[in-house]
Protein backbone atom coordinates (compact mmCIF):
# COMPACT_ATOMS: atom_id res chain seq x y z
CA UNK A 1 0.00 0.00 0.00
CA UNK A 2 1.24 3.35 -1.22
CA UNK A 3 0.77 6.83 0.51
CA UNK A 4 1.72 9.86 -0.65
CA UNK A 5 5.19 10.15 1.23
CA UNK A 6 5.63 6.67 2.08
CA UNK A 7 4.36 3.12 1.77
CA UNK A 8 3.02 0.60 4.38
CA UNK A 9 3.22 -3.20 4.77
CA UNK A 10 0.98 -4.64 7.77
CA UNK A 11 2.92 -7.45 9.85
CA UNK A 12 -0.10 -9.35 11.41
CA UNK A 13 -3.53 -9.27 10.20
CA UNK A 14 -4.52 -7.37 13.38
CA UNK A 15 -1.15 -5.36 14.29
CA UNK A 16 1.45 -3.97 13.32
CA UNK A 17 2.85 -1.82 10.04
CA UNK A 18 6.41 -1.48 8.47
CA UNK A 19 6.54 1.97 7.10
CA UNK A 20 9.24 3.19 4.62
CA UNK A 21 9.88 6.22 2.52
CA UNK A 22 10.00 8.43 5.66
CA UNK A 23 13.36 10.04 6.86
CA UNK A 24 12.48 10.46 10.65
CA UNK A 25 15.82 12.78 11.05
CA UNK A 26 13.70 15.27 9.54
CA UNK A 27 10.37 16.99 10.13
CA UNK A 28 7.16 15.31 8.68
CA UNK A 29 5.00 17.35 6.91
CA UNK A 30 1.71 18.19 8.52
CA UNK A 31 -0.48 16.36 5.83
CA UNK A 32 1.47 13.28 5.93
CA UNK A 33 2.01 13.47 9.69
CA UNK A 34 -2.07 13.51 9.62
CA UNK A 35 -2.13 10.40 7.34
CA UNK A 36 0.35 8.70 9.84
CA UNK A 37 -1.25 9.27 13.09
CA UNK A 38 -4.38 7.59 11.42
CA UNK A 39 -2.47 4.28 10.44
CA UNK A 40 -0.92 4.54 13.84
CA UNK A 41 -4.20 4.69 15.42
CA UNK A 42 -5.75 1.86 13.32
CA UNK A 43 -2.35 -0.31 13.52
CA UNK A 44 -1.22 0.24 17.05
CA UNK A 45 2.59 -0.19 15.96
CA UNK A 46 4.70 1.05 13.43
CA UNK A 47 8.27 -0.08 12.50
CA UNK A 48 10.37 2.46 10.58
CA UNK A 49 13.53 0.62 9.48
CA UNK A 50 16.72 1.99 8.61
CA UNK A 51 16.70 5.03 10.55
CA UNK A 52 20.34 7.60 11.56
CA UNK A 53 19.04 9.60 14.34
CA UNK A 54 21.08 11.73 17.04
CA UNK A 55 19.55 11.23 20.31
CA UNK A 56 17.81 15.02 19.65
CA UNK A 57 16.53 14.12 16.64
CA UNK A 58 14.60 11.05 18.13
CA UNK A 59 13.32 13.22 20.38
CA UNK A 60 12.02 15.40 17.83
CA UNK A 61 10.69 12.85 16.10
CA UNK A 62 8.14 11.10 18.88
CA UNK A 63 7.68 14.71 20.37
CA UNK A 64 5.16 15.13 16.85
CA UNK A 65 3.05 12.62 18.09
CA UNK A 66 2.62 13.73 21.68
CA UNK A 67 4.05 15.45 24.89
CA UNK A 68 7.69 13.93 26.41
CA UNK A 69 6.84 12.64 29.48
CA UNK A 70 10.06 10.99 31.78
CA UNK A 71 9.69 7.49 32.36
CA UNK A 72 9.30 6.69 36.07
CA UNK A 73 11.75 4.01 37.21
CA UNK A 74 14.74 4.64 34.70
CA UNK A 75 17.16 7.41 34.63
CA UNK A 76 17.53 9.84 31.52
CA UNK A 77 20.82 9.85 29.69
CA UNK A 78 22.80 12.78 30.98
CA UNK A 79 22.42 15.38 28.44
CA UNK A 80 18.84 13.56 27.33
CA UNK A 81 16.23 12.89 30.16
CA UNK A 82 13.96 12.61 28.05
CA UNK A 83 15.41 9.12 26.82
CA UNK A 84 15.66 6.38 28.92
CA UNK A 85 18.40 3.84 27.84
CA UNK A 86 17.22 -0.25 27.92
CA UNK A 87 20.04 -2.18 28.25
CA UNK A 88 20.64 -5.92 28.52
CA UNK A 89 24.25 -6.87 29.31
CA UNK A 90 25.79 -9.75 28.09
CA UNK A 91 26.36 -11.39 31.90
CA UNK A 92 22.46 -10.33 33.02
CA UNK A 93 19.84 -12.72 32.38
CA UNK A 94 17.11 -10.99 33.32
CA UNK A 95 15.85 -8.36 30.87
CA UNK A 96 13.80 -4.84 31.05
CA UNK A 97 10.29 -5.94 31.31
CA UNK A 98 10.21 -9.50 30.53
CA UNK A 99 6.34 -10.17 30.79
CA UNK A 100 3.50 -9.00 28.94
CA UNK A 101 2.65 -5.82 30.06
CA UNK A 102 1.07 -2.18 29.26
CA UNK A 103 3.59 0.72 30.12
CA UNK A 104 2.73 2.58 33.51
CA UNK A 105 -0.66 1.49 34.30
CA UNK A 106 -0.10 2.26 38.04
CA UNK A 107 0.15 5.82 36.91
CA UNK A 108 -3.12 8.36 37.12
CA UNK A 109 -2.04 9.20 33.55
CA UNK A 110 -0.39 6.08 32.11
CA UNK A 111 1.73 6.89 29.11
CA UNK A 112 0.22 7.54 25.30
CA UNK A 113 2.94 5.66 23.99
CA UNK A 114 6.62 5.36 22.80
CA UNK A 115 9.20 5.37 20.58
CA UNK A 116 12.11 3.02 20.79
CA UNK A 117 15.62 3.04 18.79
CA UNK A 118 17.90 0.29 18.27
CA UNK A 119 21.91 0.82 18.84
CA UNK A 120 22.95 -2.17 20.01
CA UNK A 121 21.53 -5.91 18.61
CA UNK A 122 21.91 -9.53 19.85
CA UNK A 123 23.18 -11.42 16.39
CA UNK A 124 19.80 -13.11 17.15
CA UNK A 125 16.41 -13.10 19.26
CA UNK A 126 15.62 -9.75 21.31
CA UNK A 127 12.49 -9.42 19.17
CA UNK A 128 9.28 -7.47 20.81
CA UNK A 129 5.68 -8.98 20.62
CA UNK A 130 2.82 -6.41 20.26
CA UNK A 131 -1.08 -7.20 21.07
CA UNK A 132 -4.31 -5.49 19.95
CA UNK A 133 -6.43 -4.74 23.18
CA UNK A 134 -9.07 -3.60 21.14
CA UNK A 135 -9.25 -7.12 19.11
CA UNK A 136 -8.75 -8.50 22.16
CA UNK A 137 -11.91 -6.64 23.74
CA UNK A 138 -14.08 -7.35 20.39
CA UNK A 139 -13.21 -11.25 21.14
CA UNK A 140 -14.40 -11.61 24.38
CA UNK A 141 -17.86 -13.59 25.15
CA UNK A 142 -20.44 -11.57 25.36
CA UNK A 143 -20.94 -12.42 29.22
CA UNK A 144 -17.44 -11.79 30.10
CA UNK A 145 -18.24 -8.36 28.47
CA UNK A 146 -20.79 -7.60 30.42
CA UNK A 147 -19.08 -8.83 33.60
CA UNK A 148 -16.30 -6.00 32.96
CA UNK A 149 -18.28 -3.35 31.98
CA UNK A 150 -18.13 -1.04 34.47
CA UNK A 151 -15.46 -2.51 36.88
CA UNK A 152 -12.33 -0.83 37.74
CA UNK A 153 -9.13 -2.77 38.57
CA UNK A 154 -6.36 -1.28 41.18
CA UNK A 155 -2.87 -1.36 38.98
CA UNK A 156 0.38 -1.31 41.37
CA UNK A 157 4.43 -0.81 39.85
CA UNK A 158 5.36 -3.25 42.92
CA UNK A 159 4.42 -6.52 41.32
CA UNK A 160 7.21 -8.59 41.63
CA UNK A 161 7.33 -10.32 38.00
CA UNK A 162 7.72 -7.14 36.79
CA UNK A 163 9.56 -5.40 39.41
CA UNK A 164 12.65 -7.79 39.68
CA UNK A 165 13.53 -6.88 35.95
CA UNK A 166 13.89 -3.25 36.47
CA UNK A 167 16.17 -3.83 39.70
CA UNK A 168 19.06 -4.21 37.49
CA UNK A 169 18.59 -0.72 35.80
CA UNK A 170 17.85 0.58 39.06
CA UNK A 171 20.39 3.26 40.27
CA UNK A 172 19.49 3.10 43.74
CA UNK A 173 18.55 1.03 46.73
CA UNK A 174 15.83 -1.30 45.05
CA UNK A 175 13.88 -1.80 48.81
CA UNK A 176 13.45 2.15 48.91
CA UNK A 177 11.99 1.96 45.14
CA UNK A 178 8.37 3.99 44.91
CA UNK A 179 5.20 1.83 44.68
CA UNK A 180 2.73 3.86 42.64
CA UNK A 181 -0.87 2.40 42.67
CA UNK A 182 -3.57 3.60 40.85
CA UNK A 183 -7.10 2.47 39.71
CA UNK A 184 -8.24 2.47 35.97
CA UNK A 185 -10.89 1.16 34.36
CA UNK A 186 -11.19 -2.87 33.09
CA UNK A 187 -12.58 -1.33 29.81
CA UNK A 188 -11.00 1.70 28.65
CA UNK A 189 -12.51 4.04 26.17
CA UNK A 190 -9.67 5.15 23.87
CA UNK A 191 -9.72 8.95 23.70
CA UNK A 192 -9.11 9.54 19.85
CA UNK A 193 -10.79 6.26 17.94
CA UNK A 194 -13.61 5.69 20.65
CA UNK A 195 -12.54 1.79 20.59
CA UNK A 196 -13.48 -0.48 23.73
CA UNK A 197 -9.86 -1.34 25.31
CA UNK A 198 -9.34 -4.28 27.59
CA UNK A 199 -6.85 -2.51 30.00
CA UNK A 200 -5.68 -5.38 32.41
CA UNK A 201 -2.32 -6.56 32.38
CA UNK A 202 -0.22 -8.85 34.02
CA UNK A 203 2.45 -7.01 35.10
CA UNK A 204 0.38 -4.23 37.09
CA UNK A 205 -2.97 -4.79 37.34
CA UNK A 206 -3.46 -6.45 41.51
CA UNK A 207 -7.27 -7.11 41.73
CA UNK A 208 -10.56 -5.70 40.99
CA UNK A 209 -11.59 -2.88 42.94
CA UNK A 210 -13.79 -4.23 45.61
CA UNK A 211 -12.80 -7.39 45.95
CA UNK A 212 -9.53 -9.03 47.01
CA UNK A 213 -6.70 -9.95 44.92
CA UNK A 214 -8.13 -14.14 45.77
CA UNK A 215 -11.81 -12.96 44.19
CA UNK A 216 -10.32 -11.33 41.36
CA UNK A 217 -7.82 -13.61 40.11
CA UNK A 218 -9.83 -16.08 38.04
CA UNK A 219 -11.45 -13.81 36.10
CA UNK A 220 -8.04 -11.73 35.74
CA UNK A 221 -6.27 -15.03 34.74
CA UNK A 222 -8.82 -15.57 32.18
CA UNK A 223 -8.49 -11.93 30.71
CA UNK A 224 -5.31 -12.06 30.51
CA UNK A 225 -5.31 -15.59 28.46
CA UNK A 226 -7.24 -14.24 26.54
CA UNK A 227 -5.06 -11.32 25.76
CA UNK A 228 -2.23 -13.19 24.75
CA UNK A 229 -3.74 -15.55 22.58
CA UNK A 230 -1.34 -15.26 18.90
CA UNK A 231 -4.59 -13.90 16.87
CA UNK A 232 -3.76 -10.51 18.60
CA UNK A 233 -0.55 -10.42 17.96
CA UNK A 234 2.82 -9.42 15.54
CA UNK A 235 6.34 -10.54 16.39
CA UNK A 236 8.78 -7.84 15.37
CA UNK A 237 12.28 -8.71 14.51
CA UNK A 238 14.55 -6.03 15.31
CA UNK A 239 17.66 -4.62 12.92
CA UNK A 240 19.86 -1.71 13.63
CA UNK A 241 18.50 1.94 13.39
CA UNK A 242 14.85 0.84 13.76
CA UNK A 243 12.35 2.67 15.29
CA UNK A 244 9.47 1.57 16.61
CA UNK A 245 6.32 3.43 17.82
CA UNK A 246 3.71 2.07 19.06
CA UNK A 247 -0.17 3.34 21.35
CA UNK A 248 -0.04 2.07 24.85
CA UNK A 249 -3.03 3.03 25.10
CA UNK A 250 -4.60 -0.13 22.65
CA UNK A 251 -1.59 -2.71 23.03
CA UNK A 252 0.40 -4.95 25.31
CA UNK A 253 3.84 -5.92 24.52
CA UNK A 254 6.57 -7.98 25.71
CA UNK A 255 10.47 -7.90 25.29
CA UNK A 256 11.38 -11.50 24.75
CA UNK A 257 14.41 -12.72 26.33
CA UNK A 258 16.29 -15.24 24.35
CA UNK A 259 19.62 -13.70 23.87
CA UNK A 260 21.59 -14.04 26.73
CA UNK A 261 25.60 -13.73 26.53
CA UNK A 262 25.10 -10.55 23.58
CA UNK A 263 24.45 -7.00 24.75
CA UNK A 264 21.36 -4.93 23.29
CA UNK A 265 21.07 -1.47 23.53
CA UNK A 266 17.54 0.77 22.51
CA UNK A 267 16.54 4.49 23.38
CA UNK A 268 13.32 4.53 24.67
CA UNK A 269 11.11 7.80 24.55
CA UNK A 270 7.71 8.27 26.04
CA UNK A 271 4.80 10.15 25.76
CA UNK A 272 2.67 11.66 28.70
CA UNK A 273 -1.10 10.15 28.69
CA UNK A 274 -4.13 10.70 29.84
CA UNK A 275 -6.32 9.51 32.80
CA UNK A 276 -8.27 6.47 31.59
CA UNK A 277 -11.95 6.89 31.21
Known amino acids: MTHSKFTIQHLSPLIGSY ?5 LSQAIEEET ?17 DQQLTPQQQLDFTAQ ?47 LGASLYAIELPPLGGDTMFANMASAYQALP ?41 THPVVRIHPETGEKILYVNEAHTLHFEGQTEQQSQNLLNYLYKHAQKPEFQCRYQWT ?38
Open 19 to 23: IRGLD
Open 33 to 49: LKELRVIWLQRKVLFFP
Open 65 to 111: FGELDKYPFLDGMKDYPFIAEVLKLPEEKINFGGVWHTDTTYLEEPA
Open 142 to 182: DDIKQQIDGLNAVNTSSKSAVAKTRAIRFSGDVSTMQVITH
Open 240 to 277: LGAVVLWDNRATHHYPINDYTGFRRLLHRVSLKGDKPR
